[in-house]
C-alpha cells in the first residue's frame, strides 16, 4: 500500500520504482515471497511501480507470489466511495491488475469488502472464468464473517483459501469476541463471533492485515497502556534476542490459526526487522503471550 507515490493521480517516476525495488529487495532478503497488493492502492500505482521492478528484473516473477484485492471504488468527487462485487467490475479489476503488474497470471485474488449487493452466483460464474482462463490461479476474501464465506463459498465450486482481517496486539476484537462471550462488554465488541474458528474447520487461512499497530508498540504510543505494551514488547524482545516487530509479530503467529502477518510498511529497515518471524517459529511462552495481551488491554479478564 505504501508504494507509489500519493494517494493522487499524479503520476510516478523514478523515484517511486526505486523505492519499490529497495522494499522489494529487502523482504527477499528476509525470506519473504508473497506480496499483496489491492487494486485501489494509491490509485492502481503501488501495483504499477511493482510491476516496474518486475519488468526490469528477469525471473522475479517466478520466484514470488503475487496477491492482489477488488470490489472497492473510491470517492471520486462529489460520488463516494463504494463497494463493487459484480462479476463485470471484478473482471475489470483483475485485467487492470494484470496490466500494471506486469503478468500473466495473479496467484491469489481476493474481494477486498463485502458487497451487500452481490449477487453469489454472478461472482462464482466469474471466479471460475478467470480461473479457467488461467488469468487467477487461487480465490480468497477480506474483511468477511464466516457467514459471508460460507454462503459465497456454497455457490462456488473453487475454494476460499484465505481471509484477509484486521488483527494485531491493539486490534483484539477477532480475539476478544470470543473471550468475552457471556459477559457485559461482549455487546461492545463488532467482530462476528466465531470468524476466525469456522475459517479453521473449513480450511480457510487467516492473514492478518495491519499487525504492526501503526507503530503503536515501536515508537508511536499514545495511551498509559501502549506505553505499558511497549516497553514489555522491548524486553520480550531483549530476552529473545530479536526485535519487537517480531514479537509483535509472534504474538499473532503463536495463535493456533497460524495466522500469516501481511506487514504493510515499505521502509526497508522495518521491513528487515521483522526478519525473526519468517525464519523462527514464534518463541513465545503461553504465559508470555497472555502477559503482551493483558497489558495491551490494559484491564484484567473475566
Given amino acids: 500500500m505504501g508504494l507509489g507515490g500519493g494517494w493522487d493521480r499524479q503520476p510516478y517516476g523514478p523515484a517511486e520504482i526505486d523505492a519499490a525495488e529497495a522494499a522489494i529487495v529487502a523482504a527477499l532478503e528476509v525470506g519473504v515471497t508473497a506480496f499483496d497488493h489491492a487494486d485501489i492502492y494509491r490509485h492502481g500505482k503501488s501495483e504499477a511501480v511493482f510491476g516496474e521492478v518486475l519488468a526490469r528484473t528477469p525471473g522475479l516473477r517466478e520466484r514470488i507470489l503475487l496477491q492482489t484485492k477488488c470490489g472497492i471504488h ?17 473482471r475489470h479489476s483483475v485485467e487492470q491488475s494484470l496490466t500494471r503488474l506486469r503478468t ?3 496467484d491469489v485474488l481476493l474481494l477486498h469488502r463485502p458487497d451487500p449487493l452481490a ?23 477480506s474483511n468477511m464473517a464466516a457467514a459471508q464465506i460460507a454462503y459465497l463459498q456454497a455457490h462456488l465450486d473453487l475454494p476460499l483459501i484465505v481471509n484477509q482481517l484486521q488483527m494485531s496486539l491493539a486490534d483484539r476484537d477477532w480475539l476478544e469476541a470470543g473471550v468475552l462471550v457471556n459477559t457485559p462488554p461482549a455487546a461492545t465488541l463488532g ?18 492485515w495491519g499487525p504492526l499497530a501503526r507503530g503503536r508498540f515501536t515508537g508511536a504510543a499514545q495511551t498509559p497502556a501502549e506505553h505499558a505494551t511497549t516497553a514489555h514488547v522491548a524486553a520480550l524482545a531483549e530476552q529473545h534476542d530479536t526485535t519487537p516487530e517480531t514479537i509483535l ?6 495463535h493456533p ?14 521491513i528487515r526487522a521483522c526478519a525473526d518471524a519468517v525464519r523462527r517459529e514464534p518463541d513465545l511462552t503461553h504465559e508470555q503471550w497472555y502477559e503482551l495481551w493483558l ?6 479478564l473475566p
Fill in 104 to 106: 500473466d497470471v495473479i
Fill in 191 to 208: 467482530f462476528p463471533l466465531g470468524t476466525v474458528e469456522r475459517g479453521l474447520l473449513d480450511r480457510v487461512g487467516v492473514q492478518a
Fill in 257 to 270: 490459526a497460524r495466522i500469516v502477518p501481511v506487514i504493510g510498511t515499505s521502509r526497508p529497515e522495518r
Fill in 119 to 141: 449477487d453469489p452466483e454472478d461472482v462464482a460464474e466469474t471466479l471460475t472464468a478467470l480461473h479457467r482462463e488461467g488469468l487467477v490461479r487461487y480465490f480468497g476474501v
Fill in 74 to 90: 473510491l470517492p471520486d468527487g462529489d460520488r463516494p466511495g463504494y463497494y463493487d462485487l459484480r462479476g463485470t467490475h471484478i
Fill in 295 to 300: 497489558t495491551a488491554r490494559g484491564e484484567a
Fill in 249 to 254: 509479530l509472534w504474538w499473532l503467529q503463536r
